[in-house]
């Protein structure tokens, strides 16, 4: 039996980062930038106004105020999309409205509360003549070209992580499409004669088969694409079947028969048709979790598809797949393996540990005053699948912990942030 972070070491040991693929921008949220990515052109392409107001040169309104406005003629108007041709000379000035080109001679944009534009509109004056009412500093309210990206500049490093604002980069310098590491096909296999579709009759020895469906939403939810492949009964045959289909996948993960019963098949299988990197490790839940590489030919070449046997009961299922499975396809994604962040909390309950394994136990974690505390989520079989549904996070009592009492101050792996008032 080996411990945690060695098997999580074996795990990306074996797992690589995918090849890149071109896709529209849109499309690739969550992805990762497969090359250096370098701007064509400047943003802002131009310098412009950042206010609505008038583009002045500001030797023309050094020292207005209200008693003293600075009368200037006005030129024209330009909004945005539009460039005004002519050029701002000494005691002009030009209307210009947020995102506009500055016109040439220009240096401020004084913005139109700051002027007498309202007075005359209500004394019903044509606007061919303007009052500045205030000084503005010299370059005020302009963005300058280039102040956010300079053309041929680096925009993003190969490696970053896409979310919205990167997004709205890409689309700022004119990408329509961009370059990332592909996701990963997560081929999902559940085992167990004794497993029924949901949306069928329920005989009796026959129980819902929950864990594809929970670990294709986790799949999803980390920017994997689930591929399901059914039911495999307890049958070397019928495994050996689906197996085959899954070696058209990146990664494949089984749930159930990799314990030590009669009909616990996946990991003599996973021997057969690869090879077997471990089996079992020193945590609860999720102790009966193998590991290997399944082998096939392709074209007189071997392919090789990582294989993480999953245990069966529900929990663990779960559990396992947020410390190990999550991680190997963050690597297979071009991603830095990255634990979910931990915190400590005040524990509300007791946790016993007699078998000196890593102990994961579900508890709901919220702000109480200054610090936060953990709430284990009732009773803690591996089989009770409402203990994560009611859970936010995972207290972490150490192999040499033989008890968290209540109110010993735990470490807490969070499992979410969101909505928990946190």
Same mark, same amino acid.
């Given at each position: 039996?080996?411990?945690?972070?060695?098997?999580?070491?074996?795990?990306?040991?074996?797992?690589?980062?995918?090849?890149?693929?071109?896709?529209?921008?849109?499309?690739?949220?969550?992805?990762?930038?497969?090359?250096?990515?370098?701007?064509?052109?400047?943003?802002?392409?131009?310098?412009?106004?950042?206010?609505?107001?008038?583009?002045?040169?500001?030797?023309?309104?050094?020292?207005?105020?209200?008693?003293?406005?600075?009368?200037?003629?006005?030129?024209?108007?330009?909004?945005?999309?539009?460039?005004?041709?002519?050029?701002? !000379?000494?005691?002009?000035?030009?209307?210009?409205?947020?995102?506009?080109?500055?016109?040439?001679?220009?240096?401020?944009?004084?913005?139109?509360?700051?002027?007498?534009?309202?007075?005359?509109?209500?004394?019903?004056?044509?606007?061919?003549?303007?009052?500045?009412?205030?000084?503005?500093?010299?370059?005020?309210?302009?963005?300058?070209?280039?102040?956010?990206?300079?053309?041929?500049?680096?925009?993003?490093?190969?490696?970053?992580?896409?979310?919205?604002?990167?997004?709205?980069?890409?689309?700022?310098?004119?990408?329509?499409?961009?370059?990332?590491?592909?996701?990963?096909?997560?081929?999902?296999?559940?085992?167990?004669?004794?497993?029924?579709?949901?949306?069928?009759?329920?005989?009796?020895?026959?129980?819902?088969?929950?864990?594809?469906?929970?670990?294709?939403?986790?799949?999803?939810?980390?920017?994997?694409?689930?591929?399901?492949?059914?039911?495999?009964?307890?049958?070397?045959?019928?495994?050996?079947?689906?197996?085959?289909?899954?070696?058209?996948?990146?990664?494949?993960?089984?749930?159930?028969?990799?314990?030590?019963?009669?009909?616990?098949?996946?990991?003599?299988?996973?021997? !057969?048709?690869?090879?077997?990197?471990?089996?079992?490790?020193?945590?609860?839940?999720?102790?009966?979790?193998?590991?290997?590489?399944?082998?096939?030919?392709?074209?007189?070449?071997?392919?090789?598809?990582?294989?993480?046997?999953?245990?069966?009961?529900?929990?663990?299922?779960?559990?396992?797949?947020?410390?190990?499975?999550?991680?190997?396809?963050?690597?297979?994604?071009?991603?830095?393996?990255?634990?979910?962040?931990?915190?400590?909390?005040?524990?509300?309950?007791?946790?016993?540990?007699?078998?000196?394994?890593?102990?994961?136990?579900?508890?709901?974690?919220?702000?109480?005053?200054?610090?936060?505390?953990?709430?284990?989520?009732?009773?803690?079989?591996?089989?009770?699948?409402?203990?994560?549904?009611?859970?936010?996070?995972?207290?972490?009592?150490?192999?040499?912990?033989?008890?968290?009492?209540?109110?010993? !101050?735990?470490?807490?792996?969070?499992?979410?942030?969101?909505?928990?008032?946190?």
């Amino acid at each position: 039996m080996i411990s945690v972070e060695e098997a999580l070491d074996k795990i990306l040991a074996l797992v690589h980062v995918l090849d890149p693929e071109e896709k529209p921008i849109l499309e690739a949220l969550g992805q990762v930038v497969a090359e250096d990515i370098y701007s064509d052109i400047s943003v802002p392409p131009l310098d412009n106004s950042a206010m609505d107001g008038f583009a002045v040169r500001y030797d023309d309104i050094a020292g207005a105020g209200p008693s003293n406005p600075g009368l200037l003629e006005v030129l024209g108007e330009v909004a945005a999309g539009n460039v005004f041709t002519g050029r701002i !000379r000494p005691g002009t000035a030009v209307r210009i409205m947020t995102g506009a080109p500055v016109p040439a001679g220009s240096d401020t944009v004084v913005p139109f509360e700051e002027t007498d534009e309202v007075k005359r509109k209500q004394n019903k004056e044509t606007l061919k003549t303007i009052g500045i009412l205030k000084e503005i500093a010299r370059g005020e309210n302009i963005r300058k070209a280039g102040e956010d990206i300079r053309k041929g500049s680096l925009v993003f490093r190969k490696g970053t992580s896409l979310r919205p604002a990167e997004i709205g980069v890409l689309a700022s310098v004119g990408k329509s499409t961009v370059a990332v590491i592909r996701r990963p096909i997560v081929g999902i296999l559940a085992t167990g004669s004794e497993l029924v579709e949901p949306g069928n009759p329920l005989v009796p020895g026959k129980i819902y088969n929950s864990n594809t469906y929970s670990l294709a939403s986790l799949v999803s939810r980390y920017g994997g694409i689930p591929r399901i492949l059914g039911i495999a009964p307890d049958r070397i045959s019928a495994l050996g079947q689906k197996i085959r289909r899954a070696m058209k996948t990146d990664i494949l993960l089984t749930s159930a028969g990799v314990s030590m019963g009669d009909y616990d098949l996946v990991k003599d299988v996973l021997t !057969r048709k690869g090879e077997i990197s471990f089996w079992t490790v020193r945590m609860k839940p999720g102790k009966p979790l193998a590991f290997g590489l399944l082998h096939s030919q392709e074209g007189g070449k071997v392919r090789k598809v990582p294989h993480l046997g999953l245990p069966g009961n529900p929990v663990s299922a779960m559990i396992t797949f947020e410390l190990f499975a999550r991680l190997a396809l963050q690597k297979m994604m071009g991603m830095e393996p990255r634990q979910k962040p931990v915190i400590e909390a005040t524990l509300r309950g007791r946790i016993e540990n007699l078998e000196r394994r890593r102990y994961f136990a579900r508890a709901f974690v919220r702000k109480a005053g200054n610090e936060f505390v953990a709430e284990i989520t009732g009773p803690q079989g591996s089989g009770i699948l409402t203990s994560m549904a009611q859970a936010n996070g995972l207290v972490i009592v150490p192999e040499d912990a033989i008890v968290a009492e209540d109110g010993e !101050r735990v470490r807490v792996m969070m499992l979410d942030w969101e909505g928990d008032g946190l």
